[in-house]
């Protein structure tokens, strides 16, 4: 079943509220060798101006993975998962990720595109804190392999 076209524009409901923990942000941190020491230590973080530890730029990704699952699971999306290739990954800040934040996402599917057999899914995570102020928008394409 190919991507279904008609995906393009559609507006998913809101995820839960994530809570933003001090230690998720401490673990992702050295996932991905993020050093500075405001991604560790409180201390460095409120002297920076901070109110806790900051999530390096692409924490982000740990409150978009819940609206991809969003799109991988709708029924009529045609999205085989084991045919999908993470193409690119962008990210916006309006301001940094700090532990405490309560964040929630709603992801919009910006485009839909077919190149041969294949498709090129363009998905927009947009990420508000719970006041609804936008903190990041996390871009995702995803590249669905066509039949063979």
């Known amino acids: 079943m ?21 230690e ?7 996932a991905v060798f993020a050093t500075n020491p ?8 409120r002297a920076a ?3 806790d530890v900051v999530g ?6 740990v409150i978009q993975e ?9 029924p009529d999306a045609g999205i085989d998962f084991s045919r999908v290739v993470h193409g690119e990954q962008r990210f916006s800040h309006s301001r940094p990720i700090v532990a405490g934040d309560t964040l ?11 190149l041969g057999a294949n498709a090129m899914v363009t998905a927009e995570s947009s990420v508000v804190d ?19």
């Open 2 to 22: 190919p991507v279904n076209p008609e995906l393009q524009g559609r507006v998913f409901p809101p995820t839960e509220p994530y809570l933003v923990g001090r």
């Open 24 to 30: 998720k942000i401490r673990e992702f941190s050295r």
């Open 38 to 45: 405001i991604n560790h230590d409180v201390a460095a973080a």
């Open 49 to 51: 101006g901070y109110a």
């Open 56 to 61: 390096p730029p692409t924490f982000a990704i």
């Open 66 to 74: 819940a609206t991809l699952a969003q799109l991988l699971a709708e």
């Open 104 to 114: 929630t996402a709603t992801l919009t599917v910006a485009s839909v595109k077919t």
């Open 130 to 148: 719970d006041t609804g102020a936008h903190v990041v928008t996390a871009t995702s394409i995803l590249v669905v392999r066509g039949d063979e």
